[in-house]
């Protein structure tokens, strides 16, 4: 099982005591004691090693040497002394960078495990394997890596590394890039993971909460041969679809773990990553990056845009679960398309799906983008109009396939005073619920579709192909609203 460590750092011994217990009841296995950060709070380092008798949690001591962006400003004989001290007095472990390794000298802990550790925090380092090998050598019992990932596709770097280790091995990536290696901690078999206190900014780049570790990505029960999901694009921390997907696969008692994959070049993710990916939803703006890795199913063919990728069988498949979903959607507001006019906002990856399933289901389809080309080639594809700005044309059913909005409350993609009464608007945007311009359209007397009834249904298409299973709705349901 890899361990769940929660860094902390406090001007006093007591207040390290107090974080500590805030730490077990988040869901720490270790606490890590950063006592150099400590002690430029006001804590006294040596006290706080005293203090190791009284914690309930094994602690892991920590004095980072300031080329590896640590804060130690005492001698380099005043922290061996700390840590033979931390030694005699309990730790479970003790981190000393492997390049200041000379401090040690012949000295070895007597009780508490040899962390050497190398940081990278600008790429991916080189011979890493060799750089390991050289740790053991020197004596540790635990070698520690972490490198900083610039995109996704780095993340093959560390998996190789984790799931080709001789003997216990902690090695991750940081950075937004880079969470994903550290919320797979179990799958691929690294000895622990860090993970910070709510509220807490962490001690290192793309540290995730302690408590959604144990939670919501089941860190304690995850085993190597768990099937990795995931969502893939950029930006990525606002999705949801970790939240759901992972709430339906513990109701469902299955095994596998849905992480966030922040991309910027999708096929070198795919090249690098795809072969231990089991599913992935894509989102913007990747969703037309991939259609060439996959057998498509003909309406992510027509659309020429997928959202959804898997394995079955050993054949990568792909599907376009948006266009029912919005059909789905906008029918249940608006009733039978046939003959409605709809006005669509965008020519992306969304709006795709959107012109090509409503004018499937025989609606009267107008274009609207920024670029009137991308809006007349789909246009032509789809059997739909194209209109220069939108304004000028009279709708039924207003969708927009855009991401403005996404993230910002205040920000419409559509003229507050060109709502109507009677109309219908939808909104793919699902973070936040109450957008801008669902806001605007309930103002002026509109109906309001909210992108997160899309959301539900296009997930629940993506569960049913990732596991073979029925989706536990409910759950999902549930899971995206307590948020």
């Known amino acids: 099982m890899s361990r769940i460590v929660v860094p902390l750092a406090a001007p006093s011994v007591a207040g390290l005591l107090e974080r500590t217990r805030q730490a077990a009841a988040e869901g720490a296995d270790w606490v890590e004691w950063r006592l150099d950060t400590s002690a430029t709070q006001g804590c006294d380092p040596a006290a706080a090693v005293t203090a190791l008798g009284q914690v309930a949690l094994p602690v892991l001591v920590t004095i980072r040497h300031p080329s590896e962006t640590g804060t130690w400003m005492g001698t380099e004989e005043a922290r061996l002394a700390l840590f033979q001290a931390a030694d005699a007095a309990g730790a479970v472990a003790i981190d000393c960078e492997f390049a200041h390794r000379a401090i040690l000298g012949t000295w070895r802990p007597q009780r508490a495990k040899l962390i050497l550790s190398a940081h990278d925090f600008h790429g991916l380092g080189s011979d890493l394997p060799a750089l390991v090998a050289a740790m053991r050598a020197a004596g540790a019992d635990l070698p520690k890596i972490a490198v900083m990932a610039r995109d996704a596709a780095d993340l093959a770097v560390v998996r190789d590394l984790a799931v080709t280790r001789t003997g216990d091995l902690i090695v991750l990536a940081m950075g937004e890039h880079g969470l994903p290696s550290r919320l797979l901690a179990g799958v691929w078999g690294t000895y622990l993971t860090f993970g910070r206190l709510d509220g807490d900014g962490g001690s290192a780049p793309g540290q995730p909460l302690a408590k959604d570790l144990q939670q919501r990505y089941r860190l304690h029960q995850q085993q190597t041969d768990w099937p990795v999901y995931g969502v893939l694009g950029s930006p990525i921390a606002h999705s949801k679809s970790p939240l759901i997907h992972n709430a339906a696969l513990a109701a469902a008692g299955l095994p596998g773990v849905y992480v966030p994959f922040r991309c910027e070049d999708a096929p070198r993710f795919w090249a690098t990553c795809g072969s231990w990916i089991r599913g992935l939803s894509v989102t913007l703006p990747h969703k037309q990056a991939l259609l060439d890795v996959a057998a498509l199913e003909p309406l992510a063919a027509a659309v020429g845009a997928l959202n959804t990728l898997w394995s079955d069988q050993g054949v990568v498949r792909g599907a376009n679960t948006d266009a029912g979903a919005i059909v789905s959607c906008v029918a249940g507001a608006a009733g039978d398309l046939a003959g409605k006019r709809v006005l669509v906002l965008g020519a992306g990856g969304v709006a795709r799906a959107a012109v090509h399933a409503l004018a499937q289901a025989g609606a009267r389809v107008t274009v609207t983008n920024r670029t ?110 307590r948020g």
Not at 472 to 479: D, N, S, T, W
């Open 372 to 481: 009137r080309a991308r809006a007349e080639e789909l246009a032509a594809e789809a059997g739909a109009e194209v209109s220069d700005d939108g304004r000028e044309v009279v709708y039924d059913i207003l969708v927009n396939g855009t991401s403005q909005g996404m993230g910002k409350p205040d920000e419409t993609p559509w003229p507050t005073a060109q709502h109507r009464a009677g109309t219908v608007v939808f909104d793919t945007v699902y973070t936040p619920r109450d957008t801008r311009l669902l806001r605007d359209a309930i103002a002026a007397g509109a109906t309001p579709v909210y992108g997160g009834d899309m959301f539900l249904h296009q997930a629940e298409a993506q569960f049913r192909r990732f596991t073979g299973q029925e989706a536990p709705v409910g759950v999902m349901a549930q899971a995206l609203i």
